[in-house]
């Protein structure tokens, strides 16, 4: 008896099975004529020296060898089916089985069978028709004495699987085995029909049933085969199937990429919604649905990588070290949204990119300055053509995570227009209690925020709205000293230009007084964006001469500064030795940090008239119409000079735009030196807002206008009394060279700086 295993053919239970000798061989026969065969169909493709112990279906057929012709082929009568009992594969590769014979259930009603046979013959006939070899088929077939053999002898070119072919086997009823064979030829034939001429019609209504079934299951079939073959070319639509599958996406977004993925199935290539298909499955699979766990962080580590990254900033870094100690004791994200406030250069983006290195997280920026469309955060609806995600959802998908450290840049650059109000979008994005379930327009299904760790920054509150800025906790950066400066530029900005330009460490020296003189005489801000760009135009000049050179050191002094940065030192606004009466100076916040500013009165002939010059906005022109009102109520002797004259007040720099109501105690200083005509000391310089009962009130921005004093060559600053407890922010180098004086009262102002007779004048 031989064993043979076949992989891909058709077994019957009574009939003829045709092989090509070859064929059988392979498969572990020998071909001699009359002798008992069993036939195994095996799971999956093997050779006959790999074939194992559970490589097969427990049933298979017996038979014989019935011919064996000269034209190379090889006929088997199978007379019964067979269960496969038990099967040993010995050492030397011979196969032992036992069998036991395998009854029909319900036998084959032959008239029914016949009738079958004849029309297949005629369906087989028909497809030979169209092909070249057509009478040798037609004899092939005509030969045929049951469904099975004409089964048998297609199943070779048969586009069914194995185990399709196996359940035709397994089916005990032999009627029933004969219909599903039927369905098997009749969907071959009409697949067969398909690729020859696909436009011709069908006549019966169940072959288009059965056509529709074989071209899917061909479809099918096929590209299981090539993505089987090449894995790395698998199609779009299983590759998209296999991400939706695997992701941990929630159930609402799973039946909606399905959805999506069912209707890109049915689209043809040219259609003009396969691409917004393709391109919505393509985003929302890529995005990362897994919900990552928290992971302890090293608070010294952290604290070092944030130390090592930026100078200075200690609030700053001590409020981000509290934060990763909450999440560290939470084990999840938490917190309030950080607030980044400061003057450009002070460090408030690159800070975030060193969050994200502490976090072990990856870093998004996401820029938001100038966005006038809602759409923009929310993003477009996907009835639009050209339809993209929001901002925010674009930045998860390129950070490839659900829990990256995100920056929103210039968010108090945000604005409202007819396509919406974007900050009132940002809410939801913001909000802990809502940002779980954010739905961005595009991907129109809710996706979990929770575990970003948000950072925004902004230039100043001033223009944020108040409900999205309740959000946020507010974390001032309040600019850098010139030492500190002088720190960064040695320790950070230097290095990394010397670098960028390829100069290497020996051939080039900058010494600190140069370092000194750049931050001091060619540089006018809080941050050190311009001090980077000094060094770099300074670091470009030095590559030319070290170029040209023959190789020493160069070393920079201050007479080449103005040469190779290419400019003129800056000006910086210094007190003089003498001031007039009526005039006095003040403290001002700008983008760039503190100045001073100098309020200037004058009386000329007139009829009682108040002129403000100097591009004042309407709150620093109220407080100078205040500061009137009050020399008045100070001074009533003095009345007739407001009567008799008119009032002229000024601030320089008049192309300048200026506001705000921290100039108020220095708008009634001034008024009350030139009305009582004793001048008040350059080098005293004050800021506060003033109400009409002279009460002093607190402002912002203290660090910077005593930075701007101090630079400046002031000695004495008044402040407001409530801003006192702001003075643990302004840096000790500062403090230590001001006096600093906390006032209640703008008559306090007066008696300090003379301007009462009966009080002691403080010049400085």
């Not at 058709?10 to 020998?30: M, P, S, V, W």
């Not at 089916?81 to 010995?90: G, M, T």
């Not at 079958?116 to 030979?128: G, H, I, M, N, T």
């Amino acid at each position: 008896m031989i064993i043979v295993p076949t992989y891909n053919r058709q077994l019957i239970a009574n009939g003829n099975i045709y092989f090509q000798i070859d064929e059988f061989k392979q498969a572990g026969g020998k071909a001699v004529k009359d002798e008992r065969v069993v036939l195994l169909q095996t799971k999956y493709y093997q050779k006959r020296e790999e074939f194992t112990e559970d490589n097969h279906y427990p049933i298979g057929v017996s038979g014989v060898i019935k011919e064996i012709s000269p034209d190379g082929y090889l006929v088997v009568e199978a007379t019964h089916r067979v269960n496969i009992d038990e099967l040993n594969i010995d050492a030397d590769g011979s196969i032992d089985v036992s069998l036991s014979r395998r009854y029909d259930s319900e036998p084959v009603d032959e008239e029914e069978d016949a009738l079958r046979l004849s029309r297949l013959k005629d369906e087989v006939k028909d497809l030979s028709s169209r092909f070249q070899f057509s009478s040798f088929i037609d004899a092939f077939v005509d030969a045929m004495k049951n469904v099975g053999e004409l089964t048998a002898s297609m199943s070779y070119w048969m586009k069914n699987s194995n185990e399709d072919k196996y359940n035709i086997l397994a089916e005990d009823s032999a009627k029933k085995r004969s219909e599903m064979m039927e369905k098997e030829i009749v969907e071959y034939v009409e697949v067969a029909k398909v690729t020859t001429d696909a436009a011709e019609a069908q006549e019966q209504e169940y072959k288009d049933i059965y056509r529709e079934s074989a071209i899917k299951k061909q479809m099918e079939y096929l590209q299981k085969e090539l993505d089987d073959m090449h894995p790395e070319n698998v199609s779009d639509i299983q590759r998209f199937e296999d991400k939706i599958k695997n992701s941990n996406m929630n159930e609402e977004a799973r039946k909606e990429a399905t959805k999506v993925l069912e209707r890109l199935k049915q689209e043809g290539k040219n259609s003009p919604e396969t691409g917004m298909l393709y391109d919505y499955l393509d985003f929302v699979t890529g995005l990362s649905w897994d919900k990552m766990e928290s992971e302890f962080i090293d608070l010294n580590e952290a604290e070092q990588i944030l130390n090592e990254d930026h100078y200075g900033l200690e609030k700053v870094k001590k409020r981000v070290i509290q934060q990763i100690a909450v999440m560290n004791l939470k084990k999840k994200q938490s917190g309030s949204i950080l607030l980044f406030v400061g003057a450009p250069g002070t460090g408030k983006t690159s800070i975030g990119k060193s969050i994200a290195k502490s976090l072990n997280r990856k870093y998004v920026r996401v820029s938001l300055g100038g966005i006038r469309d809602e759409a923009d955060i929310r993003g477009h609806r996907r009835t639009y053509i050209g339809a993209m995600p929001g901002r925010i959802m674009d930045g998860i998908n390129k950070s490839g995570v659900s829990n990256p450290v995100m920056v929103l840049d210039e968010i108090d650059k945000v604005g409202a227009s007819y396509n919406g109000d974007p900050a009132s979008a940002l809410l939801e994005v913001l909000d802990p209690e809502q940002n779980n379930t954010f739905t961005d327009h595009y991907m129109n299904v809710p996706y979990d925020l929770s575990d970003v760790l948000f950072i925004c920054t902004a230039n100043s509150v001033d223009t944020i709205p108040q409900p999205l800025l309740n959000r946020m906790e507010v974390i001032p950066f309040t600019g850098y000293t010139p030492i500190e400066k002088l720190q960064i530029a040695k320790k950070h900005l230097l290095p990394k230009s010397m670098e960028t330009m390829g100069i290497e460490e020996d051939k080039l020296a900058v010494s600190d007084e140069i370092l000194e003189t750049i931050i001091s005489d060619y540089t006018r801000e809080a941050g050190v964006r311009g001090l980077r760009k000094r060094i770099d135009s300074l670091c470009r000049g030095a590559a030319v001469m070290i170029a040209k050179g023959d190789g020493k050191k160069i070393e920079i002094t201050k007479d080449q500064l103005r040469t190779e940065l290419d400019m003129r030192p800056v000006h910086h606004e210094m007190v003089p030795k003498e001031q007039n009466p009526g005039v006095v100076t003040g403290l001002a916040w700008t983008s760039v940090g503190g100045e001073i500013l100098y309020i200037e009165t004058l009386f000329t002939k007139g009829k009682g008239q108040t002129i403000i010059t100097g591009k004042l906005g309407d709150v620093m022109k109220e407080s100078a119409q205040i500061a009137v009102s009050l020399v008045k109520s100070i001074f009533p002797e003095k009345a007739s000079l407001f009567a008799e004259n008119d009032l002229h007040i000024h601030v320089p720099e008049g192309a300048v735009p200026k506001d705000g109501p921290s100039a108020g105690i220095t708008m009634t200083t001034a008024i009350a030196s030139l009305v009582t005509g004793k001048a008040v000391s350059p080098e005293i310089a004050m800021t506060g807002e003033v109400s009409l009962r002279g009460v002093v009130s607190p402002i912002g921005g203290l660090p910077e206008k005593l930075m701007a004093a101090q630079r400046a060559g002031v000695k004495t600053a008044f402040i407001p009394v409530e801003n006192e407890q702001d003075l643990i922010d302004v840096a000790d180098e500062v403090k230590e060279k001001l006096e600093i004086i906390p006032v209640k009262d703008v008559r306090d102002v007066l008696e300090r700086t003379g301007i009462f007779e009966d009080n002691l004048a403080i010049c400085g």
